[in-house]
């Protein structure tokens, strides 16, 4: 693995494990593709640092657990702006 393939890896996984920033929200700030974030985050990081790679999982985990949920309140604000 090349050595700045690695460091974005390493900075992108510190963020969401810091921030707890969706996949994204990630890629907007680091201006890369949801695609290239999530690849970093779900293919190389656990072979990078096993530790980090558990506490990410654990916010993408989560994140996708609410996502639904998310989505609603969005519609629901989406529709109440409208009616005023």
């Known amino acids: 693995m090349k050595a ?5 890896t390493l900075q992108v996984a510190t963020h969401i494990a810091d921030t707890q920033d969706t996949i994204r929200k ?6 890369l593709s949801k695609s290239t974030v999530h690849n970093d985050l779900a293919k190389r990081l656990n072979r990078i640092d096993k ?7 654990w ?3 989560k994140n996708f ?3 639904h949920i998310r ?3 969005s519609t629901k ?3 109440a702006h409208l009616e005023k």
Request: hydrophobic content about 25%; overall charge positive; cysteine-free.
């Open 4 to 8: 700045y393939i690695k460091e974005r």
């Open 65 to 67: 657990s609410e996502k």
């Open 71 to 73: 989505g609603g309140n």
């Open 77 to 79: 604000q989406k529709y």
């Open 59 to 61: 916010v993408l985990d």
């Open 26 to 31: 990630t890629a907007q700030i680091f201006n």
């Open 51 to 57: 530790d980090l790679y558990s506490k990410v999982k």
